[in-house]
């Protein structure tokens, strides 16, 4: 119902505006006056003021309107009810809610007084949303009447509409920064309050240092001090293997891309490549993870195994007999596939990067008899390098926080190895094998995520503000 009402909303603020327009157009034209705001302005002031309260109120009770309810639900149970335990009242207030409106309830049975407490609490529930509802609609559309009226009343070709409108059009941009900025201290605040959490249980320095990760080992009272179950550096280690062979794939391949498709490519060529890379960036990480499940990585297991088996019975015996036991999952699977869901992000954004540079720049270079080559690395790349190490760190940012293929194609092992050969696990990883399923926030297996969630946080906004400082440095030698 309440839907209906904001769709009908929407019409009358249409309507509003279309009326405000007109009217103060006439206005202008009857005093032969030069308003001061145009009407397109006028019509929006009068429409904001139709639908922004009634708005604000119906949002209003679709968030909270289902809490007040049960508030008073809980506050006036029958008596059968009220001396129930608090869990199994607010259990009958839910079903008693969810009778109301035609929702299934949960699938306790309610026998005697108890069935008797649950009827008398639905015909409640029903009243109460009645009441709310429509209570709530009817003020709504008062409210959407009378703000549409006075707002009518004001227009003239002397009102300043036009200030109006830019100090709603402030405060809304206004609003959702500090939306933003809240959302960012709220993330911040959580992972903090459970970190510490965890960080009272585990030792910082065990955590950061230690070559041991098995979460569910139990911490007993013979690991006082640490006993490395919680030891991170496997987790770190795995997370930039993965992302040094993602960025060695994607970075060069992304880069010379954007470099062919800005300078050299003809506009045809541009119209088919461009599009064909920027595919890539829509496919899901799920398929990228299956092709490195089922393709990729046994297809690597394949070429290592062969060769394994010719080194074998000679002076490399021994590396023989370790490509022969390289299995499917392994850090150079995620990575390679990762890099190849990279490329579109080194490329697009450099390419965007590289065309934005003056065309004056490259005629000065030309004129001074460079080729285009020269002019490419020497002029075009240098004034370009700021946004190229932003696509750069995109591409990085996103490899980081890639779950999915090192699920499927690098496995779960932790290991503390920069063999490319060997399955790794990553940060992200285990944070979501660790949150996974039902779990208690008061163990430190699981309040283990919230410290590898601090810890990937403070490492990227460190790496942020390194490259930062480097793009700045470079920006003022370039200048």
């Known amino acids: 119902m309440i839907w209906i009402v904001f769709i009908g909303l929407f019409l009358f603020s249409a309507a509003t505006y ?5 009217r103060a157009a006439a206005k202008a034209e009857a005093g032969h006056v030069l308003p001061h705001s145009r009407p397109g302005q006028h019509g929006a002031y009068v429409a904001i003021w ?14 909270f309107g289902g809490r007040i309810e049960t508030a008073l639900l809980a506050a006036d149970l029958p008596a059968a009810a009220a001396s129930l335990p608090a869990e199994q009242q607010e259990r009958l207030v839910s079903d008693a809610r969810a009778i109301a409106v035609g929702r299934s309830p949960s699938a306790v049975q309610y026998e005697g007084p108890l ?16 009441l709310l509802t429509g209570g709530g609609i009817a003020l709504a559309v008062l409210l959407a009447l009378i703000g549409g009226l006075l707002a009518l009343r004001r227009l003239s070709p002397e009102f300043r509409a036009r200030n109006r409108v830019e100090g709603w059009v402030g405060g809304v941009l206004l609003a959702c920064s500090v939306a933003a900025v809240l959302t960012t201290f709220g993330i911040i605040g959580s992972l903090l309050f459970e970190s510490l959490r965890f960080f009272a249980a585990v030792s910082p320095v065990e955590f950061l240092t230690g070559m041991h990760w098995s979460p569910q080992v139990a911490m007993r009272a013979d690991q006082a001090g640490g006993s490395g ?26 880069l010379f891309s954007a470099i062919y498709l800005a300078e050299y490519a003809g506009p045809r060529t541009r119209g088919w490549v461009k599009p064909l890379l920027e595919i890539l960036a829509g496919v899901p990480t799920v398929v990228y993870g299956f092709f490195a499940a ?28 370790y490509l022969i036991g390289v299995q499917n999952q392994m850090a150079l699977t995620a990575g390679v596939v990762m890099g190849i869901m990279l490329i579109p992000f080194v490329s697009s954004l450099s390419d965007d990067i590289i065309n934005a540079v003056p065309q004056s720049l490259r005629d000065g270079s030309y004129a001074m008899g460079a080729t285009k080559s020269e002019t490419v690395k020497k002029v075009v790349l240098p004034a370009a390098l700021p946004g190229v190490m932003g696509a750069f760190l995109l591409a990085i940012s996103r490899a980081i926080g890639e779950t999915m293929i090192v699920t499927m194609a690098a496995g779960l092992q932790a290991k503390a190895t920069l063999n490319p050969l060997d399955t790794v696990t990553t940060v992200t990883v285990q944070i979501v094998t660790l949150l996974t399923g039902d779990q208690e926030f008061d163990s430190p297996k699981t309040l283990a995520a919230f410290g590898l969630g601090l810890t990937l946080f403070v490492v990227t906004l460190a790496l942020n503000v390194i490259a930062l ?10 200048d």
């Open 294 to 321: 089922l393709t990729v990585g046994p297809a690597f297991r394949a070429f290592f195994n062969s060769i394994g088996a010719n080194l074998i019975g000679g002076p490399l015996d021994g590396i023989g007999q």
């Open 115 to 130: 069935k008797a407490a649950l009827d008398t609490t639905v015909a409640r529930a029903r009243s109460y949303d009645a």
């Open 50 to 63: 139709a639908t922004v309260p009634a708005f604000l109120l119906l949002a209003a009770l679709l968030v």
């Open 18 to 22: 279309g009326l405000a327009r007109r």
């Open 469 to 478: 400082r480097i793009v700045q440095a470079y920006r003022e030698q370039y």
């Open 229 to 254: 179950a919680f030891g991170a550096v496997p987790l770190f280690v795995g997370t930039f293997l993965v992302m040094l062979i993602a960025m060695l794939v994607a970075g060069p391949v992304g």
